[in-house]
Nanobody
Framework: QVQLVESGGGLVQAGGSLRLSCAAS????????MGWYRQAPGKQRELVAT???????NYADSMKGRFTISRDNAKNTVYLQMNSLKPEDTAVYYC??????????WGQGTQVTVSV
C-alpha cells in the first residue's frame, strides 16, 4: 500500500511558475522510481519526468529546461518545479511511484491550468 497525495496545482498565467508536491506514505521503501505524468483533456497520459532513489532524472523533451523534478527522501516527498508555464501545460498532473519504470501507484491528480 502506497499513498500519494499531490498539492500545489492551481491557476496561473502564462509565464508563471508553480511547484507541485507529492507526499508519499505507506510501503514506499521499495518505490525506486517516482515521477510526474500529466493528462490534458482528450489526450492520453504522458510522462513529464521521473526520478530514482539515487536522484537520476528523466524528462520528456517538451519539459526539458522548464520543469525540474526533485526528491527529498527524508521527507518522502517529490517535487515538480514548473517554470515558464504555457497554456499547453494545462492538464491534470499525477504523481506516480513504482519499483521500476512502470508506475504501480498513482496520486489523485492535481489540476494545473495556465491561462493566456
Amino acid at each position: 500500500q502506497v499513498q500519494l497525495v499531490e498539492s500545489g496545482g492551481g491557476l496561473v498565467q502564462a509565464g508563471g511558475s508553480l511547484r507541485l508536491s507529492c507526499a508519499a506514505s505507506g510501503r514506499i521503501l521499495s518505490m525506486n522510481v517516482m515521477g510526474w505524468y500529466r493528462q490534458a483533456p482528450g489526450k492520453q497520459r504522458e510522462l513529464v519526468a521521473t526520478i530514482t532513489w539515487g536522484g537520476s532524472t528523466n524528462y520528456a523533451d517538451s519539459m526539458k529546461g522548464r520543469f525540474t523534478i526533485s526528491r527529498d527522501n527524508a521527507k518522502n516527498t517529490v517535487y515538480l518545479q514548473m517554470n515558464s508555464l504555457k497554456p499547453e501545460d494545462t492538464a491534470v498532473y499525477y504523481c506516480s511511484a513504482g519499483v521500476s519504470k512502470s508506475p504501480s501507484y498513482w496520486g489523485q491528480g492535481t489540476q494545473v491550468t495556465v491561462s493566456v
